[in-house]
């Protein structure tokens, strides 16, 4: 069974502040896509990365997928208030895998 | 541009009662899913079209049907409501069904339906 992690489950820092959140896999994916979903409402999706080692920004955001495709990171530089939401991950191989997600809460 | 439309929004049932819940999508997407989303565990595929005509059971398929109606519908059927089933349900849609590898078709997400069972 393939299983992400994503670490931590929930974070909460101030304005300003730089994060980082982490989605983890002893499996192998061909592609790796990043949700963010506010409160009442479906995840949308940020990014997709699918080369090991591939970097990607959205302004504020940096996703970068690991070497090995078994992982990817999300960081977040300055942290806002509207970054306030469920980030999550999925993996794709055989099937869509999702992790459980990350509750990040940015006090202003 | 609507994307994806589910109804109802919320809906409290007694055990045992049936009921269907709705997707209609409006971007021409050949591919439809039924997810739901319960605290820690992330969303877990509950059924998948593929494509019109077609319906496959995903990971957590036991006491639910669904049907699509035609390439713009998905329904999801509870038969016998269980307390178990109280969740939020997600009705999602794909240009392509295909999971994997370059033009990865990303999901597009309804706003889902908060479902309790009591």
């Known amino acids: 069974t393939q299983l992400l992690e994503q670490s931590p489950q929930f974070l909460s820092i101030q304005e300003g502040e730089n994060l980082t959140v982490y989605c983890n896999s002893s499996s192998v994916f061909s592609s790796l896509q990043w949700y963010r979903q506010e409160p009442g409402e479906g995840p949308v999706l940020l990014v997709t990365v699918v080369t090991g080692g591939e970097v990607k920004k959205l302004k504020r955001l940096t996703f970068q997928f690991g070497d090995a495709r078994k992982d990817s990171s999300l960081h977040i530089t300055a942290a806002q208030p509207g970054d306030t939401g469920l980030y999550l991950c999925?993996?794709?191989?055989?099937?869509?895998?999702f992790g459980q997600g990350t509750r990040l809460t940015i006090n202003p | 541009n609507a994307g994806v439309t589910q109804t109802p929004k919320f809906q409290v049932l007694k055990t045992g009662q049936s009921m269907t819940l709705q997707c209609a999508q409006d971007m021409n997407h050949n591919s439809m899913y039924w997810y739901r989303q319960d605290p820690g565990m992330g969303l877990r595929l509950i059924y998948y079209?593929?494509?019109?005509?077609?319906?496959d059971k995903g990971e957590v398929p036991n006491g639910y049907n669904v049907s699509r109606l035609n390439k713009r519908e998905f329904s999801l059927r509870l038969e016998s409501a269980a307390p178990s089933q109280t969740s939020v349900y997600f009705c999602?849609?794909?240009?392509?069904?295909?999971?994997?590898?370059?033009?990865?078709?990303?999901?597009?997400f309804g706003n889902g339906t908060r479902l309790t069972v009591t």
């Open positions: 999925a993996g794709s191989s055989q099937k869509l895998v």
């Open positions: 079209s593929a494509s019109e005509g077609t319906t």
């Open positions: 999602a849609s794909s240009e392509l069904f295909r999971w994997y590898g370059q033009g990865n078709s990303p999901l597009h």
